[in-house]
């Protein structure tokens, strides 16, 4: 069965894709990354960008220069005491997700110039390149040539121009950096991946003058044009349909042309627009992002650091087609997203999860109906639950998934929303359509969805099963843990929230229930909350229901 679920999975990946992974598993057995690393390094090139450029810090910035100085890390919701300079900089009894961060270097923007100096040289002496080395991977390789590059030639400019032994040292660690991530892309991943090493080499090869560095620029540029038709489509939502993820690549975007490389600024500008006022679309009233597919708080830069004052919080219906989000928002602090796409793109849905015609809501300015966000990228019971069916605010049938989900990011068989009809109206709109998940089950059953959201009456949610023999379908509603749920009838539920109070009616033959789930706003975080679950039986089951504020 695994070998079968294994060709179901690889079966979507392009050609490319395929090179790259033999490409990625052969490599060890006849790479040498030691000759590499001892190579010599030509004269130190200039910094060639402008005199103070302004850089965004990435990220939430969680860790203080007092946290570090004691060695007191936090990444992704695990806190863990390593040193400072770490005992050892590849900590592997941590998760690698949390390795990974510590490579990022982002906590560099925590620190002052003497401090930030006297960690870098730690890092560039204690850990060489070898192919055991999860710092030298492609990815954090990426992230911490932006974050060196942007310190050390951007905020402390001069004091490492001014500081001779440094910059050389600094250099040459940048050189090597570079050439190894130039000649490692992640092709065998592509996605946000190979977005982040070509953004990196971009904005490395901008700062410095030379041969080398025009190299690098280049490259970076040859991925960012390749990828951006297809990562960015129409409406600029990014193409991983991670609210998350399309944060980052607005951040991208702005730390790029801040350079104000003529270059880049020819690649990017024509988009940044889009991607910027999508990022809008994706914002609940409390200011930050829905938290659909792998999304959470408090890994990249928030929206209020992100979003300009003249991007507004449009009032009424809004549309990301290309993404498959469609919602509205009022002036009184009603917001609703409608998740109507695909799982993700078929060749890398490692992100994706199981939420086809799910949905989140505001009402009053707070979440009442939420997503289960994600608690963490290591195969297991909760990595398996935020991305499964039951998670999301849509239907499970036979208590299975609309996708074949295995390991950490795997998706063998997947669903795919049909007919997806979208009609908005001045005050409201219809999204309706039906998705093919459940066809792999006996009896091939269909869910049919059609939301109607209309400004001061409520949203109204209409489910059809069809199957050819009898199933079990469930409707669950996941609320925010600060929501109170009281069951005031056999279909019927009230639920107070913080600014007053609101309705679940349901009208159809089947059971209502009070399920206690999970919520996971954050990694590493996880609180209880109340679900609403709706159970039907039949060939032909349909419920319709209503959240009415009162």
């Known amino acids: 069965m695994s070998v079968i679920r294994t060709l179901r999975t690889i079966r979507h990946l392009q050609t490319r894709q395929i090179v790259g992974q033999l490409r990625n598993r052969l490599r060890p057995f006849v790479e040498r990354p030691t000759p590499f690393f001892q190579q010599a390094v030509p004269e130190r090139a200039e910094c060639r960008w402008p005199s103070a450029p302004k850089f965004l810090a990435p990220g939430a910035q969680e860790n203080t220069a007092a946290d570090l100085s004691v060695g007191q890390l936090t990444f992704v919701g695990e806190e863990a005491?390593?040193?400072?300079?770490?005992?050892?900089?590849?900590?592997?009894?941590?998760?690698?997700?949390?390795?990974?961060?510590?490579?990022?270097?982002?906590?560099?923007?925590?620190?002052?110039?003497?401090?930030?100096?006297?960690?870098?040289?730690?890092?560039?002496?204690?850990?060489?390149?070898?192919?055991?080395?999860?710092?030298?991977?492609?990815?954090?390789?990426?992230?911490?040539?932006?974050?060196?590059?942007?310190?050390?030639?951007?905020?402390?400019?001069?004091?490492?121009?001014?500081?001779?032994?440094?910059?050389?040292?600094?250099?040459?660690?940048?050189?090597?950096?570079?050439?190894?991530?130039?000649?490692?892309?992640?092709?065998?991943?592509?996605?946000?991946?190979?977005?982040?090493?070509?953004?990196?080499?971009?904005?490395?090869?901008?700062?410095?003058?030379?041969?080398?560095?025009?190299?690098?620029?280049?490259?970076?540029?040859?991925?960012l044009r390749d990828e951006l038709p297809e990562q960015i489509p129409g409406d600029g939502m990014h193409f991983e349909r991670s609210p998350m993820y399309h944060s980052r690549m607005v951040y991208l975007f702005q730390l790029l042309l801040a350079t104000d490389h003529g270059a880049i600024a020819s690649v990017l500008d024509p988009l940044a627009d889009r991607v910027t006022r999508a990022l809008a679309m994706l914002c609940h009233p409390d200011g930050d992002i829905a938290l659909l597919n792998d999304s959470a708080f408090g890994i990249y830069s928030p929206p209020k650091d992100l979003l300009p004052p003249e991007v507004e919080h449009s009032v009424g219906p809004w549309a990301l087609p290309d993404g498959g989000?469609?919602?509205?928002?009022?002036?009184?602090?009603?917001?609703?997203?409608?998740?109507?796409?695909?799982?993700?793109?078929?060749?890398?849905?490692?992100?994706?999860?199981?939420?086809?015609?799910?949905?989140?809501?505001?009402?009053?300015?707070?979440?009442?109906v939420v997503d289960s966000g994600v608690y963490d990228y290591v195969p297991g019971a909760m990595r398996a639950y935020c991305r499964s069916t039951a998670a999301h605010n849509t239907v499970s049938i036979e208590d299975q998934d609309q996708c074949e989900f295995w390991g950490a990011f795997r998706v063998a068989r997947r669903g795919k929303p049909h007919e997806v009809m979208w009609t908005p109206a001045p005050e409201g709109f219809q999204l309706t359509g039906w998705h093919d998940g459940y066809h792999r089950l006996p009896g091939?059953?269909?869910?049919?969805?059609?939301?109607?959201?209309?400004?001061?009456?409520?949203?109204?949610?209409?489910?059809?099963?069809?199957?050819?023999?009898?199933?079990?379908?469930?409707?669950?509603?996941?609320?925010?843990?600060?929501?109170?749920?009281?069951?005031?009838?056999?279909?019927?539920a009230t639920i107070t929230y913080a600014a007053g109070t609101f309705r679940v009616v349901f009208v159809g033959s089947g059971t209502l229930t009070v399920e206690t789930t999970w919520y996971c706003p954050q990694f590493g975080r996880k609180e209880e909350n109340a679900t609403l679950a709706f159970t039907m039986e039949g060939k032909e089951s349909e419920v319709t229901y209503s959240v009415i504020p009162d």
């Open 81 to 223: 005491s390593i040193g400072w300079p770490p005992a050892d900089w590849r900590v592997p009894a941590l998760p690698k997700l949390w390795q990974y961060n510590l490579h990022y270097f982002e906590w560099l923007w925590a620190l002052d110039f003497d401090d930030a100096r006297t960690i870098t040289l730690d890092w560039i002496e204690r850990h060489p390149l070898d192919r055991k080395q999860v710092g030298w991977e492609p990815y954090p390789t990426s992230l911490r040539l932006m974050n060196l590059t942007a310190v050390f030639f951007g905020r402390y400019r001069q004091e490492t121009e001014t500081d001779e032994a440094f910059h050389q040292a600094l250099w040459r660690s940048i050189y090597l950096q570079a050439g190894w991530l130039q000649s490692h892309l992640e092709t065998h991943l592509l996605g946000n991946h190979l977005f982040e090493n070509g953004a990196a080499l971009a904005f490395t090869g901008s700062c410095f003058s030379g041969a080398v560095a025009q190299g690098w620029l280049e490259t970076g540029l040859n991925v």
């Open 325 to 368: 989000y469609f919602g509205g928002r009022t002036a009184e602090g009603t917001y609703l997203i409608c998740d109507a796409g695909d799982v993700g793109p078929d060749y890398i849905p490692g992100h994706a999860h199981g939420d086809i015609f799910s949905y989140e809501l505001s009402l009053a300015g707070h979440r009442v």
């Open 444 to 492: 091939k059953p269909t869910h049919h969805r059609e939301f109607r959201w209309q400004e001061g009456q409520g949203l109204t949610v209409r489910d059809r099963i069809s199957a050819s023999q009898p199933v079990k379908s469930v409707t669950r509603v996941h609320l925010h843990p600060l929501c109170r749920v009281k069951l005031t009838g056999p279909r019927e």
